[in-house]
């Protein structure tokens, strides 16, 4: 049976264009003209999604948005805002109000009903694929972990092979460069750059405001020079929007001045974003203590997942923890994936519900979720050589015993990967 989708859309041309595409592909769905019906009849039919335009007589699209997520009887209803109006504000409001996605209007004929398709899968299952949509060729990205300890090197009490440079991960096209996270490694990968001036202008995306993924910004060369674009995406905090904690990130060197480097800011939620052409961004929000985000990069036919502090129930979750089963719709078929590993399942008992897991939690969801390469990360900072050897070992000799078909690689620092 098709799925039901109510279009609220006071537009007789538009709504019967979204009307028609849907149906077309295959979808049921209604056209509802007057806004003031509108809650009445979504509570009747009890649709599985709602689009909705602002601008209506009657009742505009955002309030009526408002009204049906903070109604009991509907606030699990997924909404799409499709709107002309798509002033920055007005999108924030929506994704704030708690719709799913914004699509501007005029929306795209050819592309339009496979982006409600998307929005229709339901938890857990895997958000869509770029390269399907969009065929290009492939090319290798080149990857290198610059940090991935658990804590600062400037404390950690054990130095390794491995390394003691905290959380930050590159992913390189031939175009572009995509930072994952702030932490000390950043500043390796901050000299390389001035070094060799291969990427004036590059995202940085950070995981959460924890000290061990943002204590390189302050040092960071590029901040200090007018020449590089920063741009730095993340997540507000109930208490701290974006900008006040990058703000405050930034002052051990700064102090209340901007850094000189161009500095642009983007608050990221539980969504997807079309960064640039032929990059899709999904951000997720993972289970560790704070507001915090992991990310799945699609570009160039691969996808890349990047959660290095993320607590993974496995055999142990119960019926109402259900972020293993949402977090493998999100990574499932992935080429690369970096995931949490901070202790051994001995340390792991000692340590459960801190929002990390251990290495076997990690392989054994890897394997489950078909994926290709699992590198871990975010290992304590106290496991000297002898100990984190035995990890890797003990990984790997998982996946084989498990016949998972997956490759494993404990990460260190200094480390560069080729999919």
Known sequence: MATPIIIIDDDPIVGTLTLELLQDAGFAAILVQDSLKAQDIIKKEKPQLVILDILMPGIDGLTLLHRLKSDPATEK??????????FEAEKNRALQYGAERFIDKPYDVDSFAAKIAESLTTEGVEPRCLAAETPMPRSNLAITIWGCRSSSSA????VTRYGTHTSCVSVETQKHLFVFDAGSGISLLGDELV???KFKDFWLFLTHFHHDHIEG????????????????????DPDKPLEKAISEAFEPRFGAEAPPCRLELYEMREESYDILPGVLLTSFYANHPGTTLGYALQTEGRKIVYCPDSEIYGENATALQDYDEKLGGLCRNADLLFHDARYTPEDYEANRNSGHSSFIAAVDFAGRNRIKHLVLVHQDDRYADDVLDKMAQAAAARAAEKGYDLKVSLGREGLRLSV
Do not use: E, Q
């Open 195 to 197: 070094k060799n001036g």
């Open 155 to 158: 404390v950690s009490p054990v």
């Open 77 to 86: 209803i997924k909404v799409i805002v499709v709107s002309g109006k798509s």
């Open 217 to 236: 910004l302050p040092g960071l060369p590029l901040a200090r020079d007018a020449a590089y674009t920063l741009r730095i995406a993340g997540a507000s």
